[in-house]
T-cell receptor, first 113, second 110 residues
């Protein structure tokens, strides 16, 4: 099993550009989530999904869209990148709920100029 | 949103020392979790606590779920160099979302 994979590992965008951060898991997990990590602030939940076709907003959803067309994939879209979205983004998955053991991907370091 | 206050923010350890860190919240949580993050990697779950008053160990790590359900602590006994990293607490209330603390960075004394 590859676990949770994320691409790209690093990305630099200009303000206003759009892009999609990819996340995939091969553990047949129902629950998937996206977090952003900023210095001194821990991880903050952006969006999450409890199964294919179901998504919900987390703590900081503005400026981000998600979809869950398959169990395996949970892409995160930045519609119009802003410098405030400079951060490290982590995708995670767990068997069914947020408190089942969450397996985190290696992260994507995004810089918006 | 909910806030988890984690302390200390950072600390230096010497090999063999015991380490303590804690998280407090103004809100009640039903579940407390403790994670460790190594540089350049995602967090890894260390301990999960599901009941108020619960005390759980994982090797040299011990964590407790406070009886008020508003706090939790993590102890590391006889620290070793590979304990260095960032430790996060996280809590869950009635929803399906985790709230994370700001992290405690463990470093080795020079």
């Amino acid at each position: 099993n590859a676990g949770v994979t994320q691409t790209p590992k690093f990305q630099v965008l200009k303000t206003g550009q759009s892009m999609t951060l990819q996340c995939a898991q091969d553990m047949n997990h129902e629950y998937m989530s996206w977090y952003r990590q900023d210095p001194g602030m821990g991880l903050r939940l952006i969006h999450y999904s409890v199964g294919a076709g179901i998504t919900d907003q987390g703590e900081v959803p503005n400026g981000y869209n998600v979809s869950r067309s398959t169990t395996e994939d949970f892409p995160l879209r930045l519609l119009s990148a802003a410098p405030s979205q400079t951060s490290v983004y982590f995708c995670a998955s767990s068997r069914r709920t947020a408190t089942d053991t969450q397996y985190f991907g290696p992260g994507t370091r995004l810089t918006v100029l | 949103g909910q806030q988890l206050n984690q302390s200390p923010q950072s600390m230096f350890i010497q090999e063999g020392e015991d380490v303590s860190m804690n998280c407090t919240s103004s809100s009640i949580f039903n579940t407390w979790l403790w994670y460790k993050q190594d540089p350049g990697e995602g967090p890894v779950l260390l301990i999960a606590l599901y009941k108020a008053g619960e005390l759980t160990s994982n090797g040299r790590l011990t964590a407790q779920f406070g009886i008020t359900r508003k706090d939790s602590f993590l102890n590391i006994s006889a620290s070793i160099p590979s304990d260095v990293g960032i430790y996060f607490c996280a809590g869950r209330n009635a929803g399906n979302m985790l709230t994370f603390g700001g992290g405690t960075r463990l470093m080795v004394k020079p």
